[in-house]
């Protein structure tokens, strides 16, 4: 898809409202390839010449993600990309499987999860 004003501002809506469902931080994000190349090497090592290919990128650790607007032929599928990536952002641990599909189906239908928090060990009575 062209990349225009309009669009712009659905995406940045989508972003917000998705974020809101996932109670997660809105990331900082790029639309174009060439945005991707003006973020530092460190973070978009190793998907940063292939990111083109792709419907988007999340650089999870820094929080920042791409959507790749022109490789997406539809508006649907811009949304699908929009809440896979920040699927990935909520749930660190998921790989692509159908678990992951199912929340990305969720957060397209509505759905409002809690917060991330990593699983802290308890420690035993015997450490204190
Ligand atoms: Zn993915």
């Not at 974020?19 to 190349?37: C, E, F, G, M």
């Amino acid at each position: 898809m062209r990349l225009t004003p309009d669009l712009e501002d659905l995406i940045d809506n989508q972003v917000t409202k998705y974020s809101t469902q996932l109670s997660i931080a809105k990331p900082k994000y790029v639309l174009r390839v060439k945005d991707v190349l003006t973020l530092p090497k460190e973070i978009t090592r190793g998907r940063r010449t292939s990111a083109y290919r792709y419907y988007g990128v999340a650089y999870i650790k820094h929080n920042i993600v791409f959507f790749n607007v022109k490789r997406s032929n539809s508006l649907r599928k811009l949304q699908e990309t929009i809440a896979h990536e920040l699927v990935h952002l909520r749930f660190p641990y998921l790989n692509h499987g159908s678990a992951l599909r199912a929340k990305v189906k969720a957060v397209i239908h509505g759905r409002c999860y809690r917060p991330y928090k990593k699983r802290v060990k308890k420690r035993s009575l015997s450490e204190n």
